[in-house]
């Protein structure tokens, strides 16, 4: 402390020393001048001498002129757009930078400090001093030479806690930073920053050191003088990283102190660290090694999350939905990982602005762009190819970013002699833009579009194609210091077509189609009190094409069918409340409300429910008229949940969560094509709800170098969707009918541990999950294995990742991954019979068999380029093998009757160790 | 060196990127040994029946029997009749009886091992007579394949039927094109036989499908132009005449969402788009154990019967062109010397599988040899003229 206060120069400036008197004006003319030389021409002309630091400039030129222009004005304009913060005192401009301390500046504040004898009300301006002694060593932003002050002296006596605010932001390109754990002195209190980069602090009144810990920049540290609420932005410099890469941001103090729980954040460092499948980044397999979520498999869409089916994710890009997260049977996903800024996993706690499913939402935000300079990102390897680029419009303003992605997988497959892999095709791109625009420190906005297609035929078989295309509009609106909005308006639509054209005869088309357009509208309010309020108000619209089937070639006897659409409303009020009790204690109260419109054009069936659900119970059919609701649901939707700290190394956390979830996936998880089709809420299929109570206990070990955390939970499930034994999905007018509802319950554990830093770094990951569903009925079609409960499709009690790295040295590392699980339940054939003529076969209970368990490694080896920072491109090259041992791990097994009898066969998608190279480079 | 290892690299791709399927190993421990009923008691005064079997594994095709069981069926605070086992999981009444509309009936078994099982009281219930059964041709089309359609009409005024099943038997003349005349007796040696003998057979089958509907969304109790069958149109069996004999019977809810999961079941079976897989229960439990799984159905229900006849001529008006018998035969006519008949009978199983038409040249010195279904009809169906005929 003492030292602190030793450096601590009080100072002071004045504006209105400007204001009283005419402002002196200056002409003043650059002409490819270095900074150097643009200050010291300014020392000439004003006779000020100006301090500053010659690490701070760059190598810019600079061409200007002014004539006879204020001091002020000539200076803001000058540095508008660097890093450098001015500040006229005392016949003297002083330099600062990254540090702007903004504040309204009551009367009487001079006085307190040096007695200075002006007295007016300043305005929007830093003050900063900088120590007359070198600079820290480079590579350090931390810097504890400097004392920034904030607020209003003259206040500094009135009671209570005050609040410090501001926004956190990418040096480099002006990015805002969301998860940016911001906390005062040591760890109390402690925040994080919102998707706007926007934080706020509760603080009492004095000296703090303010510091930031983010996964790939570099900790920022500052003294602080609070004298009253004000703001502090904070300019954050990357990690010199050659290239990005993706950490899971469960961050050292975060994982403690953070409110929520069963959440991770992925950014792009820690893919790195994850072998590659077909020399692609992944960001769904990065979400994959995390405990709680799981996949059925190599080529299976989708993925479970805390025992959920796979539609119970809400995975959005932007806020708008993506209804297929993979390409090509999910081998790949459709996230392009060189435009994504950063995605997250909510699975425990849901906040409350978002819901819609049961299981867990996955945020998927792309970049904003480089508003600053040009930079370009790609990667090639034999199947794929992928590039990207930022490019700034104006700069500091508008940038625009682009990125499309490849396979052409079609011309090596026909580079092979086997007849039936000639006439295999794979295919599939994706294309993202987004815009983004600064319209002024209060309002951004920004636009983003994104296509993806995918088309596949394997052998002889179907031919699938599918597409996704999303679009969002999002406005960032700052009323104040405390007030602030995104308004975001989005568009998704997904479909499908499968050709299958095996028999002329029997040649068809079959598709599905799904549009969604949603309007949110959100607030946070930080009101500098213990509360930080967040609430809003969303809307979506569905339309939905459920299925047609054509003809296909001139011999097909297939006769045409289309399902009449569906459409619904989906809407939202929520508003939640984070309340800090103190520095160990803090709860975050939220309340969601939803409602469901089913809306017309339809004809709506009506049950008798004295019957059995079948088409002959139909007691009345009613046509309901185009956008007219003919059935409503709505309920609460409690997001609850709470943190203790039992020490500064360990926490416990303790959350409850209600969603309510009112589309349905309709999957028949034997099959691999991927013709699930979804299904609105109506008056036969009632929404899903589920409740979940999570404990968690969190506990950082080893001088904190080692994380761990053990999570536990217990989830009520209503209204799950299941089928009925002989159940059609596909073009199924009255699908009500092969469908029950019914109870479940999951449960499990999930344990992690993980080590951060050093050479060797990594995570093992260890989860235990069951899910368990309950299909009763007084009809025995509606009750599946007696009325017991049974194992859910995509129970897998068992689930061990290892992800772990080895830095060999600065420019070779190795991975090493390893996963476990247990195989999923499959309905075995047991036996056949005859009956009535018929051959029929018998099937055990459903669900009552495993497939092998799953297990897998993979090794990668990284080779990065040299590390000079100034080269023209950054480059590494990566060299893995998927599936080192070859494991069949079977994705599932299927019966066909034979002359002999029936015969098992099973499906493997990857048999074979994968070996992949790719080359990634940056400018 | 790079394009030779950007080679390897293609190479080692696509050995490993196709998919695998392999056979799979389900094990033994998979088979699920469980008693299949199938039982039904009609209006009829006739032996009726009940067949008990047992699943058979994936890989056999081999129906198995329960034999040695005590089989009765019980008439509601009345009478019960004790089955005899009459071949191995067939059980006859020994003498005639029937059921009666609107009595109650049981079916209770118990098996050799002592394990007791029964099916839920089934109410015989009254059906309807069958108002029609007719054809028609119809040539091919964007949905179907050119053919002919036999459909039955039927109505309950009354409207308390509302769930109907039906069975038939269908039985055809059979006429192969080359009637034998020589019987092959070993070695060089023959006899002359009357083409009659082989030459002129009927065949009957019972249906091979799950047959139900139910009328509950009309406003009248009324089947229209159900279709009971369709043959393709090169099909054989109408070349001369064919008859239909169909059996209406009325099913209460329960038994129909039997028979229709079932039908569901067997009929998506192997199409692209995979059904949800499971086991149908039916109405037999055991008493022992409530949970064991009991296989197949005991019903009980009046029985409407109907015969038709139809031959080629009929739909001759309709475009429909009479069938040849089998394009193999002419196709398949081999001249053998006299001498050489024993050899080429004895091989490759020739005396199971060829038929002597009749012998040419001078002094029947060679014989003409047809397949065996060209010149004998006896393997596909039987010269016992049906009664009905």
Known sequence: MKKIILFFLFSFFLFSLQAQEPETQYTLRFDQDTWAEVFEKLEQETNYPVFYTPEWIGPQRISRSYESKSLNYILSDLLQGTRLKYLVYKNRIILSRDIAIVDELA??????GTGSSDTSRTNGTAFTYEREIPRPEEGNQADTSQIMEVGDPSRFNEPGQVQLSGYIRDAENGESLAGVVVYADDGQPITTSDVNGYYSLRLEKGLHIIKTQFATMQAFSQEVQVYSSGSLDIDLRSKIVSLEQITIESERDVNIMGIEMGRYKIDIETMKNIPKVLGENDILLVMLSLPGVQKLGEGAAGFNVRGGAADQNLILLNESTIYNPSHFLGFFSIFNADVIKDAELFKGFIPADQGGRLSSIFEVNLKDGNKKKFSAEGGISPITSRMSFEIPLKENKTSLLLGGRTTYSDWVLNLVDDVSIQNSEASFYDVVARLSHKINDNNSLSLSGYLSRDRYKLSFDSLFRYRNLNASLQWQHRYNSKLQSELSATYSQYNYRVEFDAQPEEAFELGFLIREGNLKLDFNLFPGSRHQFNFGAQSKFYYLEPGFIENFGSESLISNRVLPTERGLESALYFSDLIEFGPRFSINLGLRYSMFNSLGARTVFQYDPSLPREEFAIVDTVRVDNLQAFQTYHGPEWRISG????????????????TRQYIHLLSNTVSVAPTDTWKLSDNNIEPQIGDQISLGYYRNIKENTIEASLEIYYRWLQNTLDYKIGAELILNPNIETDVIQGRGKAYGLELLFRKRSGRLNGWLSYTYSRTLLQLDSPFPQERINQGQFFPANYDKPHDITLVSNYKLSRRYSFSFNFTYSTGRPITFPTGQYQLAGEQIILYSDRNDFRIPDYWRVDIGFNVEGNHKIKKLAHSFWTISIYNLFGRDNPYSVYFVAEEEGIQAYSLTIFGSPIPTISYNFKF | MKTFSLKIFIALFLLSNTRCIEPFETGPQGFDDRLVVEGFLSDVTKQHQVLLTRTSPLDSNERRFETG??????????????????SPGVYLSPQTFRGFVGNTYQLIITTQDERQYQSTPVTLKATPPIDRVYAEFLPESVEQEAGIHIYLDTEDPTANTRFYRWEFDETYEIRPPFPSTYLWTGGNSFVFREPSVVGLCWRTDPSQNILVQNTTNLVRDAVNQFELRFIPEESFIMRYRYSMLVRQF????????????????????????????????????????PDELVLGYFDASQTSERRVFFTPQSFTPQGYIRPDYLETCEENIEDVPVQEIGAFMSTENNFETKEIWAAFGFAETVFRIVPRECGNCTDIGTTERPDFW
């Open chain 1, 107 to 112: 009367d009487g504040f001079l006085e307190k």
């Open chain 1, 643 to 658: 943190r203790y700290s039992l020490d500064e190394l360990s926490s416990i956390k303790l959350s409850y969560n209600r």
């Open chain 2, 250 to 289: 009325a099913l209460n809810a329960e038994t129909y969402l039997f028979w229709e999961a079932l039908r569901e079941l067997s009929e998506t079976q192997g199409s692209l788009f995979d059904i949800q897989p499971g086991t149908i229960p039916g109405n037999i439990f055991s008493i022992d154990n």
């Open chain 2, 69 to 86: 069981a005590q089989v009765r069926i019980e008439e509601e605070g009345r009478t019960s009749t004790t089955f005899q086992e009459v």
